[in-house]
Nanobody, 122 residues
């Protein structure tokens, strides 16, 4: 089992920044690919960003150039730095983990956090 706990969400204005954190416990963190997903009200959960064990990253087109995912294996934590936030970024953000291989498909992920709300006002 891997336990994931997100933090850092909140209410901000358009153009502001937020940093989300996801603390992992239970297994060897460095063996897991980590992803951030989000789900807006009434919409499907969608991939936002992911980071491989190597540190290589993937991003959804909608966040490229604005969001940055990173990981600190010494702290068993993955981060999502979100800059230039837009109202359409409003959603519940979830951290997810799966062994070894990064994918962008939420059904591939075995472990999930409880989510953290991000609200961006215009």
């Amino acid at each position: 089992q891997v336990q994931l706990v997100e933090s850092g969400g909140g209410l901000v204005q358009a153009g502001d920044s937020l940093r989300l954190s996801c603390a992992a416990s239970g297994r060897t963190f460095s063996n897991y690919a980590m992803g951030w997903f989000r789900q807006a009200s009434g919409k499907d959960r969608e991939f936002v960003a992911g980071i491989r064990r190597s540190g290589n990253t993937n991003y959804a087109d909608s966040v490229k150039g604005r969001f940055t995912i990173s990981r600190d294996n010494a702290k068993d934590t993955v981060y999502l730095q979100m800059n230039s936030l837009k109202p359409e970024d409003t959603a519940v953000y979830y951290c997810a983990a799966r062994p070894y291989i990064l994918t962008t498909v939420f059904g591939d992920y075995e472990f999930w956090g409880q989510g953290t709300q991000v609200t961006v006002s215009s």
